[in-house]
């Protein structure tokens, strides 16, 4: 059986932090697939084609790595694509708060599918996507912290 793990998130836009976290999980499962949630509810600042052509750029190196988008719950996506893992990164105590309660939630939903997390590294635990919009939005250097490869298109996109 291969070990299939899906990477579900918002990425809007890739940082740093969920570079580092996909190359880590990258060796530890033989198919990892980076998964933009799209919620109707929730409006982007970045529009998803361009999310997922970002994620793309930065892991085409990555031979195990997967790029996908998906609407509705993120376990069925799971079921949907056999992948019986969900890959979290955890920062802060907040972030495990948070993703305890998603996870145990799902869960109850599917008992099959094992929640993993990994830590940030101290280098990327203030590092956040609404961060990165901020900079964006008011014209700042968004470069320190998003992929390097990416890091001029996501500067000039408008
Ligand atoms: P969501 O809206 O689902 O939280 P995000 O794109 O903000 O989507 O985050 C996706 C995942 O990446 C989450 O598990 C989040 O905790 C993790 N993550 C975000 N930023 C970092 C970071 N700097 N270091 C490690 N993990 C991170």
């Not at 799971?78 to 972030?95: F, H, M, P, Q, V």
């Not at 635990?125 to 470069?143: C, E, Y």
Request: proline share 5%; with cysteine; net charge neutral.
């Amino acid at each position: 059986m291969k070990r299939i793990a899906v990477f579900p998130g918002s990425f809007d836009p890739i940082t740093t932090g969920h570079e580092c976290i996909v190359r880590r999980a990258a060796l530890l499962f033989d198919e990892l697939i980076v998964a933009v949630g799209v919620n109707a509810d929730k409006k982007s600042y970045f529009p998803v084609e361009k999310r997922i052509e970002w994620l793309k750029t930065t892991f085409m190196d990555l031979p195990n790595v997967h790029v996908d988008s998906y609407h509705g719950l993120t376990v069925e996506y799971c079921i949907s694509k056999n992948a019986e893992y969900i890959l979290r990164g955890l920062r802060t105590a907040a972030d495990f708060e948070f993703e305890r309660s998603v996870g145990q939630v799902n869960k109850m939903l599917h008992a099959d599918i094992e929640n993993i997390f990994l830590l940030s590294r101290p280098e990327h635990t203030p590092v956040n996507s609404s961060i990165v919009r901020d900079i964006h939005r008011n014209g700042g250097n968004i470069q320190p912290f998003v992929p390097a490869i990416v890091a001029k298109q996501i500067m000039e996109w408008q």
